[in-house]
């Protein structure tokens, strides 16, 4: 899932991929699964059961330089799931729920992103602040302001 709202940019990661690929333009699996931070995977079963809540993982070594963090450990957690139904203890837990800025900094990133796509430049800036400001450890607010705000999130 690539929360993203250029889809374009996220076709060219996609090529080659043999499963489906979303494009999440909308953020409603941010909310739907309290995921705050990126990357973050759930393990969802065939049945559609959540296995294992939302954690922060990396499925790919490819920023493990500026992380320090290597996917093999959850990848081999992940193979022993899908072959052998093994599921880790650490997914014994619970995610909380959204606290109420939580809830009302994603309707002002929903309403931000409603008024970018219809122009409303300075009503887009005033909730994605907003949205920002009620959530700041939330990285798919966060983050995901920053390139449709003119913010460089790499810079």
Do not use: K
């Amino acid at each position: 899932v690539a929360l993203d709202e250029n889809v374009a940019a996220v076709v060219p990661l996609a090529d080659g991929i043999t499963y489906p690929v979303l494009v999440d333009t909308e953020h409603r699996l941010t909310e739907l699964y309290a995921i705050s931070n990126v990357p973050t995977v759930v393990w969802i079963d065939w049945d559609d059961r959540i296995v294992r809540p939302n954690a922060s993982e990396f499925g790919t070594d490819m920023f493990s330089e500026l992380t320090g963090i290597h996917c093999e450990d959850h990848m081999a957690q992940v193979r022993a799931w899908i072959r052998d139904g093994a599921v880790p203890d650490d997914a014994d837990y619970r995610v909380t729920d959204l606290d109420g800025d939580e809830v009302t900094a994603h309707l002002h990133f929903r309403l931000a992103i409603h008024a970018r796509r219809t122009d409303r430049t300075d009503a887009a800036r005033q909730h994605f602040d907003r949205a920002a400001a009620l959530a700041p450890n939330d990285f798919t607010i966060v983050r995901a302001s920053m390139p449709l705000t003119g913010v460089d999130p790499f810079g």
